[in-house]
């Protein structure tokens, strides 16, 4: 098992640039494979996630050449040449690891294909509820077989011919949009998603960068089948998610300040700039580029951070920085309240009882709500050792709250950081260390050849 120790930190470097944004490197990757022709992906995210979306085109036809390798992160740039939207059927179940983008998203994909594919993952993602695809995706004509009530992993997607739909989605949840979007490109028709609260956009932008026709209307998203992609080269911003464990390990340090460079400023997921402004730190970006996805520099200067509330409309735009966020309620001043957030319960993991129990395991008291919780900022946290529960995020989280702790915290299991970020035990070094000299460079994963 795999360990991460974190301690006070030492330095903070002046700037730092995070991989590549993770939503968006699945979805240039799922876009490609479906578009005739190549289609050249650059700043592509190599974590684990994302190499199971690549290998699921692999496994459905595409072609996939590897461009450019970055030493201890993996493949950033990778040209993918697809055939077109009629995929080729896989020999063989299709692995998506960890990753609940890769599943449902393929589920809407693969819904549009006359031929039945089994999708099949780790012990967390064959918990976690593909019901909420399954469902629309059954009412367009397809059928998603599953595990029980929740319909979990293994599946069998049986694909064929879609009818169009108009769909009220009973949670706010970008994946399931997703996957009736996708589904929606191969129907004969208009097919219509109504969000209850808007959710990150990115499979609409590159709707726009690869040529498919939709539509925004108040609170609907539609789509016009039949159409197919056409490839296009991606620029992928790096991960505001990502990003965000240093904006807060920053935040909170009164004096410091850090440049995050090339980072994606959608504003469905910049959320986490306006919470840490309403917290007290300072917060400032610069948009550089906007190419479909707008993007740009993050600068952060730290101070005494106050507690805020979270809830609302705003949790599906910092959904993935949750628990981070709890990390900062954690250090400011006063009672943080995270509510309206019971999506976490079907994360990776829980991660509202994930977040109480380390925080707690530090001295930080917490009360637990089923849609968030309450956390007493101000204490002094105790180092310990810590469970991160199969999930990145926690991980991450707590190797920051590690930084700000009496001794020493050390986090177990952290061998699923790479789901998420390659790389980041390497940029953490340079907070607790001032260089990356002490840690060998890790091997990084690679695809295989065609
Ligand atoms: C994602 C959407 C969110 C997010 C996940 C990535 C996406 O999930 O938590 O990490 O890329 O569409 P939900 O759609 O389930 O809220």
Redesign the pocket.
Known sequence: MAILKSRKLKSIPAEITVPGD???S??SAMFAGLAKGTTIIDGFLPSEDCLCTVKAMQALGAEVQPLEEVEGVGLVKLAITGKGSKLQAPTHPIDCGNS??TT??LCGILAGQNFTTELFGDPSLSKRPMK?VADPLAQMGARVEGQGEKICAPLKVHGGTLKPMYYKLP????????AVLLAGMFAQGKTTVVEPVA??N??ERLFSHFGIKWLREDDAVSVYGPQEPQARDVMVPGDI?SAAFWMVAVAASPGAQITIKNVGLNPTRTGILNVLLRMGAQVTHSELQSDGEPRGNIVVKGGELNATVIGGAEI?NV??ELPILAVAGALARGNTLIRDAE?LR??ETDRIAAVAHNLRLMGVKVTERPDGMEIEGGAKLQGATLPCFGDHRIAMAFAIAGMFAEGTTTIEGTECIST?YPGFEHHLDLFLHGDTAARPIPTISRIPPH
């Open positions: 993770k939503s968006i699945h979805r609940g983008t449902r998203l909420r949670v706010a949840s970008a994946q399931v949009k997703s959710t990150r990115h499979t998610s599906p959904i993935d999506e079907v994360k998420s």
